[in-house]
């Protein structure tokens, strides 16, 4: 038998699994229904990512600033690689889900509606966190804060968007932040009436992220082929 090559652990990006990513995105899909729900879980993505990649940063540099003792790559059962993997992903686990269930009542007492829209999901921040923002040798804690940012706001831009197509063809409205006399809800009176609410379902979020994807890649070869 052949023995497996290195498989990089790595975040959201072109060089991360598609099966880690939809394991980390799927949940969020399913819950975002309005573009605040999104908000809201998009909020709490990045600011547990950037905590938990700085947090990892200071825990597992060591203090001359060297590298860390835990491999960058997780190699196949011959390179003996696998207790190592484990053992960052536990780290990076238990730190995202204190800084999750700190986020959870956050938003227990700053918004008990969108807490409860979100209900089970809000918690699984912990374990999108694991596809999105964690690396298995986490770099210093200004760059590890940078590069969780980044990650968070993709992450984000893809879940808001998802949300913004559901809830407007959905719903026929798009729901914000109420603020002064603006009570947080714009109608679409094209859509009001006559909504298509089957994207307002579980199924309606997987339904808008494969035609979003499908965008995308069409804008991406229309690109390829105008630089050839």
Request: aromatic letters at 4%; glycine letters at 12%; charged letters at 10%.
């Amino acid at each position: 038998m052949t023995s497996q090559g290195p498989v990089t652990t790595r975040g959201a990006g072109p060089e991360a699994p598609a099966v880690l990513l939809l394991v980390g995105f799927l949940p969020s899909v399913v819950v975002a229904v309005r573009v605040i729900d999104a908000l809201w879980m998009a909020a709490g993505v990045i600011l547990v990512a950037i905590g938990t990649a700085v947090a990892r940063s200071l825990l597992e540099r060591p203090a001359n600033g060297g590298p860390s003792d835990v491999s960058a790559t997780v190699t196949g059962p011959a390179g003996g690689g696998a207790g190592e993997a484990t053992a960052w992903w536990l780290r990076a686990l238990v730190v995202s889900s204190l800084l999750t269930a700190a986020f959870e009542a956050l938003l227990l007492t700053a918004d008990p509606s969108a807490s409860a829209a979100l209900g089970i999901y809000a918690p699984l921040i912990a374990v999108n966190l694991l596809t999105v923002g964690a690396e298995a040798s986490p770099p210093a804690p200004l760059r590890a804060a940078l590069d969780a940012l980044r990650r968070g706001a993709c992450y984000a831009a893809g879940l808001v968007a998802v949300a913004l197509v559901r809830e407007v063809l959905g719903a026929g409205t798009i729901t914000l932040f109420p603020t002064g006399a603006f009570g947080g809800t714009i109608t679409v009176p094209a859509l009001l009436d006559q909504p298509v609410r089957a994207l307002g379902l579980a199924g309606g979020g997987l339904l808008c992220m494969g035609y979003l994807a499908a965008a995308v890649r069409a804008v991406s070869a229309r690109k390829s082929e105008r630089a050839t």
